[in-house]
């Protein structure tokens, strides 16, 4: 796993500013042998990934360190603790705080269990936190997926594409680890009627009675800006995003109705995966069905910021300490569950370093 340059000619766009030109910039980081999930680095440096369960992992996170993917947490440090091991099943939202500790999102469907938060303290290298998320919270089709975390009100949103009509957020207290579901089935988290085409080829499931379906995934997306006032999100296959306040988000106070109230679209966006935002408002994303990088800016215009195809399903982005991008690219399109059972997903896949617009809060 060797940090290597990235060469793709002619694929890097201009972006103005008032005083100056800069261009957006990226290379691969590290060669990764098994497909990345999400991505989130930690304060003091250190890259952690969740590998996605589509490609059936060993391991569910690990730690890029030294150009080796280690297991994480390392639960024989914590022996001490006297804590049983805690098991992980199928992690891939990813994020970590200000105070090193590494939250964790499992959907529990490779083995049917329980969805779960996990918060785990990188600096006692102890578990923090641990949050179920049972039924009617996560009902039998939760896809539990990705999440913003939120260190001034001490909450996590989480996005739940489910079913795709019944698609909601999930609001989570992390205090008291009381959760809600909301927004369930509002026009900003259900899928839009358009399908995902990547190189020419539909994105497809097989049904159990061997039918090629095309996927339609509600809310996925979701990340929230650095004062903590904004969440922003949306449908997986949809062309807008979507935000409202956090304020309002943990208000348990206000009904269904007057919470749908106070969803705004915020700008147009194409059929993508994880984002991630910068301390201008800047809105980075994966463009995936033209194996591209985008960004929504200030503005709410959306363009291109790099194209090329090595950017082939960019997944998940996170700030690291020194106020670079990462993301990953995983290459889901060929996965045998995204390409109706055929397996064509071969690695590389790739840790990538972006070059951002302006710098990020460490592990958003």
């Given at each position: 796993?060797?940090?290597?340059?990235?060469?793709c000619?002619a694929l890097?766009f201009?972006?103005?500013t008032?005083?100056a030109?800069?261009?957006?910039?990226?290379d691969?980081?590290?060669?990764?042998d098994?497909g990345?999930?999400?991505v989130t680095?930690?304060?003091?440096g250190?890259?952690?990934m969740?590998?996605?369960q589509?490609?059936q992992?060993?391991?569910?996170?690990?730690?890029?360190k030294?150009?080796?993917?280690l297991p994480?947490?390392?639960?024989?440090?914590?022996a001490a603790?006297?804590?049983?091991p805690?098991?992980?099943?199928?992690?891939?939202?990813?994020r970590?705080?200000?105070?090193?500790?590494?939250?964790?999102?499992?959907n529990?469907m490779?083995s049917?269990?329980t969805?779960k938060?996990v918060?785990?303290?990188?600096?006692?290298n102890?578990l923090?936190?641990?949050?179920?998320?049972?039924a009617?919270i996560?009902?039998k089709?939760?896809f539990?997926?990705?999440f913003?975390l939120d260190?001034?009100?001490n909450h996590?949103f989480?996005s739940?594409p489910a079913?795709?009509?019944?698609?909601?957020?999930?609001?989570?207290?992390?205090s008291?680890g009381?959760?809600?579901r909301v927004?369930?089935?509002?026009?900003s988290?259900?899928?839009?009627?358009v399908?995902?085409?990547?190189?020419?080829v539909?994105?497809?499931v097989?049904?159990?009675a061997?039918?090629l379906?095309?996927?339609?995934?509600?809310v996925?997306?979701?990340t929230?800006?650095?004062?903590n006032e904004?969440v922003y999100?949306?449908?997986m296959?949809g062309l807008?995003?979507?935000?409202i306040?956090?304020a309002d988000?943990?208000?348990?106070s206000?009904?269904?109705e007057?919470?749908a109230g106070?969803v705004?679209?915020?700008?147009?966006k194409?059929i993508s995966?994880?984002?991630?935002?910068d301390?201008n408002n800047?809105?980075y994303?994966?463009?995936?069905?033209?194996?591209?990088?985008?960004?929504i800016?200030?503005?709410r215009?959306?363009?291109q910021?790099?194209q090329?195809?090595?950017?082939?399903?960019?997944?998940?982005?996170?700030?690291?300490a020194?106020g670079q991008?990462?993301?990953?690219?995983n290459?889901l399109?060929?996965?045998?569950?995204l390409?109706g059972?055929?397996?064509?997903?071969?690695?590389?896949?790739?840790?990538?370093k972006v070059?951002?617009?302006?710098a990020?809060?460490p592990?958003?």
């Amino acid at each position: 796993m060797n940090r290597v340059t990235l060469s793709c000619t002619a694929l890097l766009f201009a972006v103005f500013t008032a005083s100056a030109e800069t261009k957006s910039d990226f290379d691969v980081f590290a060669n990764l042998d098994t497909g990345p999930g999400n991505v989130t680095a930690t304060a003091s440096g250190r890259i952690i990934m969740s590998q996605h369960q589509f490609y059936q992992p060993q391991y569910t996170v690990v730690e890029y360190k030294d150009r080796t993917l280690l297991p994480f947490p390392n639960w024989e440090m914590s022996a001490a603790d006297s804590t049983a091991p805690l098991k992980l099943d199928s992690v891939l939202g990813i994020r970590s705080d200000s105070n090193g500790v590494v939250w964790m999102l499992d959907n529990g469907m490779r083995s049917g269990v329980t969805p779960k938060l996990v918060g785990w303290n990188t600096k006692t290298n102890k578990l923090q936190r641990l949050i179920y998320l049972p039924a009617p919270i996560a009902p039998k089709d939760a896809f539990v997926n990705d999440f913003a975390l939120d260190t001034i009100h001490n909450h996590a949103f989480i996005s739940d594409p489910a079913g795709g009509i019944n698609a909601a957020l999930i609001v989570v207290n992390l205090s008291t680890g009381a959760a809600r579901r909301v927004l369930q089935g509002h026009y900003s988290v259900v899928p839009e009627n358009v399908d995902l085409l990547i190189d020419n080829v539909p994105i497809q499931v097989k049904t159990p009675a061997g039918e090629l379906v095309r996927p339609h995934i509600g809310v996925n997306p979701i990340t929230e800006d650095l004062a903590n006032e904004w969440v922003y999100f949306g449908p997986m296959h949809g062309l807008s995003l979507y935000r409202i306040r956090a304020a309002d988000l943990i208000n348990a106070s206000l009904s269904a109705e007057e919470l749908a109230g106070r969803v705004e679209r915020y700008s147009d966006k194409p059929i993508s995966d994880g984002i991630s935002i910068d301390r201008n408002n800047n809105i980075y994303l994966g463009d995936l069905a033209n194996n591209a990088i985008g960004v929504i800016d200030p503005t709410r215009k959306y363009r291109q910021l790099a194209q090329c195809p090595r950017l082939s399903w960019v997944d998940s982005f996170s700030f690291g300490a020194g106020g670079q991008l990462y993301a990953v690219v995983n290459r889901l399109h060929r996965s045998a569950t995204l390409n109706g059972g055929d397996n064509q997903a071969k690695p590389p896949y790739f840790l990538l370093k972006v070059k951002a617009l302006a710098a990020g809060l460490p592990g958003r």
